[in-house]
């Protein structure tokens, strides 16, 4: 009975095998475009299979125990706890511990349909795909399409119902690179590298996460670009937020170094926000470095106690530290004024074709700190407004100090104003503005006391100036300040 059996088992894989071979082939030649000829083997030795002749001359086959089916002559094969086959339709179904393999990709699944004349494959329930660049899907269903020569130059793996892509790319001498996680509602790989995601995309790395309604990844050229409501977290020991309408993300060994957002653009760091409608940042080992800032609708860079607005503005960070900005374009400097000294709801201000401001990141000890002025120049029909403290304690009447011209350069010493120097080469103008709350054309000088603290205002003498500094005469009443400093212009 026993070799009964078997023989039976061989003569059924024979007739099956010639009825799949039929299926693929016509007239003793293989199909146009086919690259598969499908062959059965029996797993166990308790594989059945059941054989239907249709009217077309193709057989119908039923098979239950453990099957494989493979592709003659190829590195294919299709494993599975039972199978049906429909010779009409050059269609199969394999059900139970399906495990499908080729050159270029696995797929386990509780279900899969293989569609012959197509090379597309249909994995269904709990779907574990392992590509050979080391990259893996997991999700509930999955399409996967094979290579097909003057069709699709690669093989492309379709995920839907939120799958969870872990995505590996080699680096020049085969080592893999730390891995790229993708979830979204629907994601496209192309080959090994070329990713599509699209609805609530949540990608992840070991230097950054970032979302999106849609994400492109290219682990090759080390590109993605994500759209619509697109954010970027900076994950180094000093992180930064990015976000835009769209966002454009260059690395370099698995390592972020530049990021472009455009449309509503904003970063926070813990030193500067910048806002603007395009903003280009340069990163260095997680750190955010340097940050670009133009566009139709200007740039405004915030930082604690400051403001800048100009057409342009280039940021220069150190260790995450505001180190420099350039404001160029209409530029305007605001401030809070001492506060400690100070009440006073107007801020002072620097204006200028182009401002530069500097600061001392030396004198910062932590990274909470935010680095203090350390000088700030206005370049090009220059002026400044600042409210100077008296000697006698708080007030909500500073002392007033307005000047203009062709260059202002403010110097501060541990955040305080130390030197206003004012220039206007040739026959510009410079004009300088001191309004003492005191109603006093001069610091008190009674024994004992000691002069009040103001900045003092350098014109170079080989300069024509006119009217350096003004200051009401003795006894005479005190101009109170203005609601608004921009009235203080020439």
Avoid at 240 to 265: N, P
Avoid at 394 to 400: C, F, N, Q, R
Wanted: one cysteine or more.
């Amino acid at each position: 009975m026993m070799a009964t059996s078997r023989r039976n088992r061989a003569v059924h894989s024979l007739i099956l095998a010639g009825a799949l071979l039929l299926a693929s082939t016509a007239d003793g030649q293989p199909a146009s475009g086919r690259t598969c000829e499908l062959e059965f083997l029996p797993l166990r030795d308790s594989t059945s299979s059941v054989l239907e002749r249709q009217m077309s001359g193709k057989y119908n086959a039923f098979q239950g125990g453990g099957v494989r089916y493979s592709c003659k002559g190829q590195d294919v094969t299709m494993d599975a706890d039972s199978a049906a086959y429909y010779g009409d339709l050059s269609i199969l179904y394999l059900v139970g511990q399906v495990h499908y393999r080729d050159e270029d990709a696995t797929l386990d699944a509780d279900r899969l349909t293989y569609y012959q004349n197509e090379e597309w494959v249909i994995a269904e329930g709990n779907v574990l795909a392992n590509m050979k660049s080391g990259s893996t899907m997991r999700g509930p269903s999955a399409e996967y399409f094979r290579a097909l020569p003057g069709v699709r130059p690669t093989e492309r793996l379709i995920a839907t119902g939120r799958p969870t892509f872990s995505l590996r790319q080699p680096d020049s001498a085969g080592v893999a690179r730390p891995a790229t996680g993708v979830i979204a509602d629907r994601v496209t790989a192309e080959g090994d590298s070329l990713v599509y995601a699209g609805g609530a995309v949540e990608i992840t790395r070991p230097d950054l996460t970032a979302n999106a309604d849609s994400a492109m990844l290219d682990e090759g050229r080390e590109y993605g670009q994500l759209l619509r409501n697109a954010r970027v977290l900076g994950r180094g020991e000093q992180g930064f937020t990015l976000t835009g309408l769209t966002i454009d993300l260059y690395s370099s060994a698995k390592q972020l170094e530049r990021v472009v957002s455009l449309g509503d653009a904003q970063v926070q760091s813990d030193d500067i926000t910048v806002t603007s409608d395009t903003l280009d940042l340069r990163v260095t080992g997680g750190k955010l470095t340097r940050a670009f800032a133009w566009g139709p609708g200007r740039a405004h860079a915030t930082a604690p106690g400051r403001d800048m607005r100009a057409d342009s503005l280039d940021v220069r960070l150190v260790d995450s530290k505001l180190r420099e900005l350039y404001a160029v374009g209409e530029a305007r400097l605001e401030s809070v004024p001492d506060t400690t000294n100070i009440r006073s709801n107007e801020r002072d201000w620097l204006v200028g074709d182009t401002v530069i401001a500097s600061f001392d990141t030396v004198a910062v000890d932590d990274s909470t700190t935010s680095p203090p002025l350390r000088e700030v120049r206005a370049l090009g029909a220059a002026r400044s407004f600042q409210q100077i403290p008296p000697d006698s304690g708080i007030t909500e009447k500073p002392s007033l100090h307005y000047v203009s011209g062709k260059t202002i350069t403010i110097a501060f010493d541990s955040g305080q104003v130390r030197q206003v120097m004012v220039t206007s080469p040739d026959s510009g103008q410079t004009v300088g503005l001191y309004l003492d709350a005191t109603g006093q054309t001069a610091p008190p000088d009674e024994p004992g006391e000691q002069p009040r603290q103001t900045p003092s205002v350098t014109v170079p003498p080989s300069l024509p100036a006119t009217t350096p500094v003004r200051t009401p005469p003795p006894g005479a009443p005190v101009r109170q300040p203005p609601s608004r400093p921009e009235q203080f212009h020439e």
